[in-house]
DNA sequence: ATCAAGGGTTGACGCTGCGTCAGGGTCAAG
DNA sequence: CTTGACCCTGACGCAGCGTCAACCCTTGAT
């Protein structure tokens, strides 16, 4: 005859848990001695075993209760989904070692490679690390908006940066990061390139290839860029003076009062 | 601007979670408009995403806040501890896999394969499927108490199925915990099988191989047998009656009185 | 015979990560 | 002006035990 923490030690599990098991009626409450004490037999120590094998593979315990006094194959049966579901659950958890490992090396994240690549390639024209950050946020919310169209924008970035102005203007606002002031002669430069940049995308007719309706995520974008330095604000202004407003997507203003 | 709808529905989590993160200060609250809903902006995307990826991987929220703003450096360490952990997951899980198709299986369990194979072999000279599962019982306790000794041991178990004697035990054992009667001439070639096994053992001076210490066990084992079929008690008895007593390790008694 | 250590007993609260009411207020559309 | 779809706070519920608390029982040493 066993005391609980005897049965226990040979389940392998705490006497917490055996006594959680009989609260919840997964383990008939046994006999007790004269002075309280639980006694138990064999036949309970491998129930336990049952018990503890499938609970440690993240059977819930009310599914172990009926599993235990199902015939055969509704048993079978039940081992299979079991089984369906640990595989499963071992391909999350691959995934989430792809998606974490991302995560530490930076970039990516939930990034495709070929943002990944985009995103070295503006670090070699001489990026600066805050301005790759915003970067990336970026791409993370475009990709999380339309997963599957980024593959398809990309090339046109890369073919972007053949133009000598473009990878000036990435030059610029990174050293615009880089320093503390606001009236340095660069925040004209950036604010001329952009201006500059625009017209001309304006002249070859934008063609965003976006839906209209998505003003609102272009607004998330642009708030993004805001927040990622104080002096966007600034910049922005000295855009609007000069007629256009917008970091994702530029757009003619009138020139307000 | 983005409600929390909409910040949640970006980041593929809950709205819910959302205030849950706000709540335990994993995510820090936003401003409010003048309806009190609260507005977020685009890093928050970016924030919930991070916080997804590494929840879903199975960080607790905790450590999540903690790793978010730590330097590079203590991240990339977290981020290791995290994949060790997730590989040590995965591993668990495909462990978890095996032992509980061998629950589907029927035999085995946590049993060894050896043990398997012996049941296999009980199950070809005859014994019955209630014997077979009383026998599966009982080496499942054995391993649980000697997880090594198994297999030096069933070799042994192999061997005494050479001897006609043994077998026709089981084979009786079998028959009588099929049928319902006790007065069964059965029972009495049983006993008379037991009382000549046992002294012939005796004499061979037994060698159990087992420490002393171990009565304890052995009582269970023998509870095991005792509760598995309600005539176990009465073969007990007419044992006993010709000087012998127990199931697994039988022993001399003193005819008492 | 006594006493402390180390079992056992019930009962209850704590923890994680949210789901899910309840009981409101708001906003956009018809 | 209603309707439906959001938003708000506050609170309880869930699994699967861990961890007190406050008490009783057993056992071996003294």
Known sequence: ????????????????AVRHYHQIGLLPEPERDASGYRKYGAPAVVS?????????AGVPLGRIARMLDADGTAFAEAVERIDAHLRAEIDRLENSRKQVAQLAAGDSLVLPPPVVAYLDRLREIGA????????????????????????????????????PRIVRLYQVLS???????????LVLEAVDLLVELAEEA???????GVAEGDDMFFALLDNLADESDD???????LMRERGWDGWTRMRRVTGQA
Chains 1, 2 share one sequence.
């Open 1 to 16: 005859m066993l005391t609980i923490g005897q049965l226990a030690a040979y389940a392998g599990v705490t006497v917490r």
């Open 48 to 56: 336990l075993i049952k018990i503890r094998t499938l609970a440690e």
């Open 128 to 163: 600066s690390e805050r301005m790759l950050a915003g970067e990336r946020d970026g791409w993370i919310l475009i990709a999380a908006r339309w997963p599957g169209k980024v593959a398809e924008w990309i090339p046109d970035k890369f073919a972007q940066l053949e133009d």
């Open 175 to 185: 050293a615009l990061m880089e320093t503390k002031g606001l009236d340095d002669p």
């Open 202 to 208: 304006e002249a070859a007719g934008f063609d965003s």
């Open 231 to 237: 002096r966007a604000w600034r910049l922005r202004e």
